[in-house]
Protein backbone atom coordinates (compact mmCIF):
# COMPACT_ATOMS: atom_id res chain seq x y z
CA UNK A 1 0.00 0.00 0.00
CA UNK A 2 2.68 2.51 1.25
CA UNK A 3 4.76 1.52 -2.12
CA UNK A 4 2.03 1.87 -4.22
CA UNK A 5 1.54 5.38 -3.12
CA UNK A 6 4.88 6.25 -3.72
CA UNK A 7 4.75 4.89 -6.78
CA UNK A 8 1.44 7.01 -7.54
CA UNK A 9 2.96 10.26 -5.61
CA UNK A 10 5.86 9.70 -8.34
CA UNK A 11 3.61 9.63 -11.49
CA UNK A 12 1.52 12.03 -10.60
CA UNK A 13 4.24 14.38 -10.01
CA UNK A 14 5.87 13.22 -13.52
CA UNK A 15 2.20 14.29 -15.06
CA UNK A 16 3.19 17.76 -13.29
CA UNK A 17 6.75 17.99 -14.68
CA UNK A 18 5.53 16.46 -18.03
CA UNK A 19 2.28 18.79 -18.17
CA UNK A 20 4.67 22.48 -17.57
CA UNK A 21 7.32 21.50 -20.20
CA UNK A 22 4.87 20.75 -22.72
CA UNK A 23 1.93 23.66 -22.23
CA UNK A 24 4.42 26.13 -20.74
CA UNK A 25 6.36 28.29 -23.21
CA UNK A 26 8.37 29.91 -20.63
CA UNK A 27 9.14 26.14 -19.49
CA UNK A 28 10.73 25.61 -22.67
CA UNK A 29 12.58 28.57 -23.09
CA UNK A 30 14.09 27.94 -19.60
CA UNK A 31 14.86 24.11 -20.52
CA UNK A 32 16.41 24.87 -23.77
CA UNK A 33 18.87 28.04 -21.78
CA UNK A 34 19.75 25.17 -19.08
CA UNK A 35 20.99 22.48 -21.81
CA UNK A 36 22.67 25.49 -23.20
CA UNK A 37 24.53 26.17 -19.97
CA UNK A 38 25.31 22.59 -19.26
CA UNK A 39 27.09 22.58 -22.44
CA UNK A 40 29.42 25.21 -21.96
CA UNK A 41 29.74 23.87 -18.84
CA UNK A 42 30.96 20.81 -20.14
CA UNK A 43 32.93 22.36 -22.47
CA UNK A 44 34.69 25.00 -19.61
CA UNK A 45 34.97 21.64 -17.82
CA UNK A 46 33.77 23.42 -14.51
CA UNK A 47 34.60 22.05 -11.17
CA UNK A 48 32.38 20.07 -8.90
CA UNK A 49 31.18 23.10 -6.81
CA UNK A 50 30.64 25.16 -10.23
CA UNK A 51 28.67 22.26 -11.51
CA UNK A 52 26.65 22.40 -8.12
CA UNK A 53 25.92 25.63 -8.19
CA UNK A 54 25.11 26.05 -12.08
CA UNK A 55 22.63 23.45 -11.43
CA UNK A 56 21.23 24.29 -8.22
CA UNK A 57 20.59 27.45 -9.96
CA UNK A 58 18.64 25.56 -13.25
CA UNK A 59 16.85 23.84 -11.02
CA UNK A 60 15.70 26.82 -8.83
CA UNK A 61 13.99 28.89 -12.12
CA UNK A 62 12.31 25.32 -13.19
CA UNK A 63 10.53 25.15 -9.62
CA UNK A 64 9.76 28.31 -9.88
CA UNK A 65 8.21 28.40 -12.89
CA UNK A 66 6.05 25.25 -12.18
CA UNK A 67 4.79 26.92 -9.25
CA UNK A 68 3.86 29.80 -11.12
CA UNK A 69 1.80 27.63 -13.43
CA UNK A 70 0.61 26.22 -10.11
CA UNK A 71 -0.51 29.17 -9.19
CA UNK A 72 -1.79 30.59 -12.58
CA UNK A 73 -4.24 27.23 -12.55
CA UNK A 74 -5.81 27.71 -8.74
CA UNK A 75 -5.99 31.17 -9.69
CA UNK A 76 -7.97 30.34 -12.56
CA UNK A 77 -10.36 27.70 -11.20
CA UNK A 78 -11.35 29.91 -8.37
CA UNK A 79 -12.05 32.93 -10.37
CA UNK A 80 -12.64 33.86 -14.15
CA UNK A 81 -13.52 37.81 -14.05
CA UNK A 82 -11.50 40.37 -13.24
CA UNK A 83 -10.08 40.67 -9.87
CA UNK A 84 -7.33 42.97 -8.37
CA UNK A 85 -6.53 39.70 -5.97
CA UNK A 86 -5.91 37.45 -8.74
CA UNK A 87 -3.69 39.65 -10.64
CA UNK A 88 -1.70 40.29 -7.75
CA UNK A 89 -1.11 36.38 -6.92
CA UNK A 90 0.04 36.39 -10.83
CA UNK A 91 2.39 39.12 -10.35
CA UNK A 92 4.18 37.42 -7.39
CA UNK A 93 4.39 33.72 -8.70
CA UNK A 94 5.69 36.00 -11.77
CA UNK A 95 7.74 37.89 -9.69
CA UNK A 96 9.08 34.44 -7.84
CA UNK A 97 10.48 33.39 -11.61
CA UNK A 98 12.24 36.42 -12.55
CA UNK A 99 13.96 36.20 -9.11
CA UNK A 100 14.96 32.85 -9.51
CA UNK A 101 16.37 33.96 -12.93
CA UNK A 102 18.50 37.24 -11.63
CA UNK A 103 19.68 34.96 -9.33
CA UNK A 104 20.76 32.13 -12.23
CA UNK A 105 22.14 35.42 -13.87
CA UNK A 106 24.51 36.32 -11.10
CA UNK A 107 25.85 32.52 -10.60
CA UNK A 108 26.51 32.43 -14.34
CA UNK A 109 28.60 35.74 -14.35
CA UNK A 110 30.62 34.29 -10.73
CA UNK A 111 31.02 31.21 -12.29
CA UNK A 112 32.13 31.72 -15.93
CA UNK A 113 33.98 35.02 -16.20
CA UNK A 114 36.59 33.97 -14.64
CA UNK A 115 36.90 30.89 -16.71
CA UNK A 116 36.28 32.89 -19.74
CA UNK A 117 38.62 35.69 -18.86
CA UNK A 118 41.57 33.49 -17.89
CA UNK A 119 41.56 31.14 -20.63
CA UNK A 120 41.30 34.21 -23.29
CA UNK A 121 39.03 35.15 -26.23
CA UNK A 122 40.51 32.63 -28.39
CA UNK A 123 39.64 30.20 -26.14
CA UNK A 124 36.05 31.79 -26.07
CA UNK A 125 35.97 31.24 -29.72
CA UNK A 126 36.99 27.76 -29.76
CA UNK A 127 34.83 27.29 -26.89
CA UNK A 128 31.99 28.96 -29.48
CA UNK A 129 33.16 26.40 -32.25
CA UNK A 130 33.03 23.22 -30.29
CA UNK A 131 29.81 24.14 -29.02
CA UNK A 132 28.59 24.82 -32.80
CA UNK A 133 29.81 21.38 -33.50
CA UNK A 134 28.18 19.35 -30.55
CA UNK A 135 24.90 21.20 -31.51
CA UNK A 136 25.41 19.88 -34.74
CA UNK A 137 26.24 16.44 -33.87
CA UNK A 138 22.75 16.46 -31.79
N1 LIG B 1 -8.53 36.97 -13.06
C1 LIG B 1 -7.68 37.97 -13.33
N2 LIG B 1 -7.86 39.19 -12.78
C2 LIG B 1 -7.01 40.21 -13.04
N3 LIG B 1 -5.93 40.11 -13.82
C3 LIG B 1 -5.65 38.92 -14.37
C4 LIG B 1 -6.49 37.79 -14.17
N4 LIG B 1 -5.99 36.74 -14.86
C5 LIG B 1 -4.87 37.20 -15.43
N5 LIG B 1 -4.66 38.50 -15.15
C6 LIG B 1 -3.54 39.35 -15.64
O1 LIG B 1 -3.07 38.83 -16.87
C7 LIG B 1 -1.70 38.43 -16.75
C8 LIG B 1 -1.48 37.15 -17.53
O2 LIG B 1 -2.23 36.13 -16.93
P1 LIG B 1 -2.27 34.64 -17.49
O3 LIG B 1 -3.04 33.80 -16.58
O4 LIG B 1 -2.66 34.68 -18.93
O5 LIG B 1 -0.77 34.24 -17.38
P2 LIG B 1 0.25 33.88 -18.54
O6 LIG B 1 0.18 34.91 -19.63
O7 LIG B 1 0.01 32.49 -18.87
O8 LIG B 1 1.57 34.12 -17.71
P3 LIG B 1 2.96 33.40 -17.92
O9 LIG B 1 3.57 34.12 -19.09
O10 LIG B 1 3.70 33.65 -16.63
O11 LIG B 1 2.68 31.94 -18.15
C9 LIG B 1 -1.46 38.29 -15.26
O12 LIG B 1 -0.13 38.48 -14.92
C10 LIG B 1 -2.36 39.37 -14.70
O13 LIG B 1 -1.73 40.63 -14.80
Redesign the pocket.
Known amino acids: MGERRFKESFRDAWAGISYSILT???MKIHLAAAVFVLLVSKLLRLNRLELALVVFAITLVLVAEMF??AV?KT??LY??????G??LA??I??GA?LAAAINAVIIGLIVFIPHLVGSGLSNLLSVSGNLMSVILRL
Open positions: QRNNTEVDINTYHPARKHAAV
